[in-house]
Nanobody, 127 residues
Framework: QVRLAESGGGSRQAGGSLTLSCAAP????????MGWFRQTPGKEREFVAN????????NYADSVKGRFTISRTQPNDTVQLQMNNLLPDDTATYYC????????????????????WGQGTQVTVFS
């Protein structure tokens, strides 16, 4: 199974910015919608943002809307999550995943239907 790889995590003071990246070898998911999710210890993994397979639509969790931006960049079809105005509540391990079916997009804010989860990258925001 192709494994996605997240990068770009780190520590920032509240109000700072980070850019997370997610890549798959050989553009393996260029025809799949992609999502970013996050999880803290003892809590369920939650939806953060997703982007349609062609980049034409995006959706965000209410908690990050207006602060985070998801995008797909070429030529390697890297999926990025630009995080601005970070808050301590954004502290979590962030994961990317691919929609299991190609050429399918749902704006639903759920982890259901996603596959090929990466190992995650840690984001820590301190006040």
């Amino acid at each position: 199974q192709v494994r996605l790889a997240e990068s770009g995590g780190g520590s920032r003071q509240a109000g700072g910015s980070l850019t997370l990246s997610c890549a798959a070898p050989g553009r393996a998911f260029s025809d799949h919608s992609m999502g970013w999710f996050r999880q803290t210890p003892g809590k369920e993994r939650e939806f953060v943002a997703n982007i349609k397979w062609n980049g034409g639509s995006t959706n965000y969790a209410d908690s990050v809307k207006g602060r985070f931006t998801i995008s797909r960049t070429q030529p390697n079809d890297t999926v990025q999550l630009q995080m601005n105005n970070l808050l301590p509540d954004d502290t979590a391990t962030y994961y990317c995943a691919a929609e299991s079916s190609p050429y399918y997009y749902s704006p639903q804010r759920t982890t259901y239907g996603y596959t090929n989860w990466g190992q995650g990258t840690q984001v820590t925001v301190f006040s």
